[in-house]
């Protein structure tokens, strides 16, 4: 478990700054609102925009800090062991306050444009049922991101160089299909910085219990299915084998 320092907490504050401030930008400035704003907006562009920002996000840091931006993802990564809780509470510290830096840039800069859809907020669609309906969509959302990371990152097989593409263009389609549907946010952090600047909050449970119970159950996938046998070998195991070949 490798520790983590000061760089990659800034990291992490400063690419989901920059993450929640151009998703939350091209929301102002490409979603309509009304009674028609899930098909008269481009979620197309909304997509390919956000996903593009990950992908430069994760190109840049990623080095550094691992490229989270997304607390659901350090939950992720903290039940597999590749961080130690305290640097995953700073993490995730450090992206809630990025996340509300970036949603108060896009509030600065577009303030009366913004007004229309709460600075980039996400809310729950009368398409759907309800809460529990919006809770499964952001679930859903986050498990085939994390999965994604566990894959590429993770994975014994070396797929890193595929992840930034493959991360960034899995929050491309995640945006088309979830955007109209809860403002596609599938990141607490991304959703607590519009709620907090807009004070729109959404409904707050689905974007925090869909994302987080959506990435344990990545973990799980990941590690019986992608990856079986990943788990860490008890620590009492290794010693017994040195032990042995020292009689």
Known sequence: MQEKGLPAYLAELIGTLFLVFFITSVVVLFVSTGSQAQFGSDFAVVGFAQGLVLLAMIAIFGGVSGGHFNPAVTLAVAVIRKISPLDAVIYILA???????????TKSLLLDEGRATHYGAGSISPMLSGNVAGAAVEGLGVLVLVMVILATVFSKKNLKDWAPLGIGFTFVFMIMVGGPLTGGCFNPARW???????????????????????????VGVWRFVIEPGSNPAPAKSQPAQTSAAAK
């Open 95 to 105: 992206q809630l306050s990025g996340a509300v830096l970036g949603a108060l840039l």
């Open 192 to 218: 607590f910085g519009a709620a907090l600047v807009s004070n729109e909050w959404g409904g707050v449970w689905p974007y925090l219990v869909g994302p987080l119970v959506g990435a344990i159950v990545a």
